[in-house]
């Protein structure tokens, strides 16, 4: 099997070099790298959620809602991954559906309307 630039080294490294392309807007090399990082480690938010994004920035909305989706399956209550989902099914057009993860992800933040 042949190695290439985007799973070479290790995890620790890989994760640095997939922040690194992400920092740089290439977010299409961010998802290619961090999409080998979440096979291996499925369970852990960071490598998950930075995939979310990179599909997100690059306009890979289907790609994002399902890793989103399975974010707020792992952990319900990650604010961050509810706000997101909620973005990403607005940028689709589903203003319905997105609603309640908007909601759900400002209770979670602490950001309340005051009466």
């Not at 997939?18 to 369970?43: N, S």
């Not at 604010?79 to 609603?99: I, N, P, S, V, W």
């Amino acid at each position: 099997m042949e190695t290439t630039y985007y799973d070479h080294g290790t995890a620790a490294e890989r994760w640095e070099r997939a922040r690194m392309y992400f920092d740089a807007k290439d977010y299409a090399a961010a998802a290619r790298i961090l999409g080998g990082l979440v096979e291996e480690v499925p369970e852990q938010v960071g490598p998950r959620l930075l995939l979310a994004r990179s599909y997100y920035h690059s306009a890979q909305l289907r790609r994002a809602e399902t890793e989103l989706r399975v974010l707020v399956e792992l952990d319900p209550v990650e604010h961050y991954a509810r706000l997101m989902l909620g973005r990403t099914l607005q940028r689709q057009g589903r203003h319905d559906e997105a609603e309640s993860h908007l909601r759900i992800a400002s209770a979670l933040a602490g950001d309340f309307e005051q009466v």
